[in-house]
């Protein structure tokens, strides 16, 4: 048996597999392009793991996907590939449309002719898993009731309207062909492996390397964090036993705002490593140039999952937070790593 996972060395899609491989035998096709976004590194603790196979490839890639296909006959696929970074969306949307919805659409074309031709067993066990997320929704007004299932989509950003273009795909694939598709919406996500373009480690990285920390606007948009192995038990529930074509939120039920977040990044660094100069972090803080159309709000009800799966996250955002710190002061080659090269002219794009 085995699964296929797409976009498997990126920030959720490794911990999807580190966290897999922790509870089971099972083998994983891991099919990633490796973009700027993606990093074997945060695999290595699976290079002598002769069930984790690692395929460099293009989720557009009809051809490779059908003879992966073919090869390992998984009995499910689990769509992580995308590009993620809303900021990027907008200095260019070209390769979320190629990716987000493009990308996809292949995908899907490729899981369909494998699934056609299944036996009717293995076609009822057959599960096509897409991740997306609850930036789908749009923006949420200060008061108003967290996103359900059933809340309209108002995509407000080109990455987001990608992503809700690929929900509407899958979704399309059950009704009209059958497939048996899932659909996740999970909220901000934080944890190890986060590359340092998105908020909370881009405030730990800037912090430790004396640089500014970055505030959009006021600071006072909120974000509904859940720690990343908390969203990789809810995939891997949904999996098991979600209901076909039906589509779950993930979240933990943590709305914040970013100054509040970026306060409790600068208390904990001021902990575990304070500056040397006896200063506070929070010194730091600089208020930039908000972003295009930034959303002032998300926020995620997740009872549907608790409900009928049995889903609650392990981590509240005060335990999750303080373990992704002490992650990052421990792993500055990693940071090292990722920090070098092509992101050294995204941050110069983005922030001056
Ligand atoms: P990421 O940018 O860290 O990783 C994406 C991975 O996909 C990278 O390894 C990249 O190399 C790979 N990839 C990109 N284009 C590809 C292609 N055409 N073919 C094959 N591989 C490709 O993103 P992430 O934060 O890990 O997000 C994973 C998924 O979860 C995405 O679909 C994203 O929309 C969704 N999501 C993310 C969050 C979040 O807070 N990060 C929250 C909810 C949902
Ligand atoms: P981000 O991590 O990019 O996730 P998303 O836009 O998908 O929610 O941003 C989280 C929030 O932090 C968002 O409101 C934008 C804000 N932000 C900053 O204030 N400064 C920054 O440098 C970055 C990257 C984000």
Avoid at 53 to 58: H, N, P, Q, S, T
Wanted: net charge negative; aromatic share 12%; proline share 4%.
């Amino acid at each position: 048996m085995s699964i296929l996972v797409t976009g498997g060395a990126g920030f959720i899609g490794s911990n999807f597999v580190l966290d897999w491989f922790a509870q089971s035998q099972e083998t994983v096709i891991n099919l990633d392009n490796l973009t700027y976004a993606g990093n074997l590194a945060n695999l290595s603790g699976l290079k002598d793991n002769p069930g984790h196979v690692f395929i460099r490839g293009d989720i557009g890639d009809v051809a490779l996907i059908a003879s992966l296909l073919e090869k390992y006959r998984p009995r499910a696929i689990l769509n992580f590939a995308a590009e993620s970074h809303v900021d990027r969306s907008i200095h260019g949307p070209e390769d979320f449309i190629q990716t987000n919805i493009v990308g996809t659409f292949h995908l899907l074309e490729a899981t369909r002719a494998y699934w056609s031709a299944l036996t009717e067993v293995e076609k009822a066990a057959f599960r096509f898993l897409h991740v997306s997320t609850d930036e789908v929704y749009g923006s949420l007004e200060k008061d108003a009731p967290a996103f359900n299932e059933e809340h309209r989509y108002e995509p407000n950003s080109p990455y987001s309207a990608s992503k809700a273009a690929s929900d509407h795909l899958v979704r399309a694939y059950h009704h009209t062909y059958g497939l048996p598709v899932l659909t996740t919406n999970c909220s901000n996500n934080y944890g190890p492996y986060h590359f340092p373009e998105k908020l909370i480690p881009l405030i730990i990285h800037n912090a430790l390397s004396g640089r500014a920390l970055p505030i959009y606007g006021d600071g006072q948009q909120i974000r509904d964090w859940l720690y990343v192995k908390d969203h990789c038990s809810a995939i891997r529930r949904v999996l098991e036993d979600g209901r076909l074509g039906e589509t779950y939120n993930v979240g933990g039920w943590n709305e914040k705002a970013n100054l509040e977040v970026v306060h409790t990044l600068c208390d904990i660094l001021d902990e575990l490593q304070p500056r040397s100069d006896g200063q506070l972090y929070k010194t730091q803080i600089t208020y930039v140039k908000d972003r295009p159309g930034h959303d002032r709000r998300y926020a995620i009800d997740a009872s549907k999952l608790e409900r009928e799966l049995g889903w609650k996250p392990a981590e509240t955002f005060e335990t999750g937070i303080r373990k992704t710190v002490q992650w990052y002061l421990d792993h500055h080659d990693w940071v090292a790593s990722v920090t070098s090269g092509n992101y050294r002219n995204w941050v110069e794009q983005q922030y001056t």
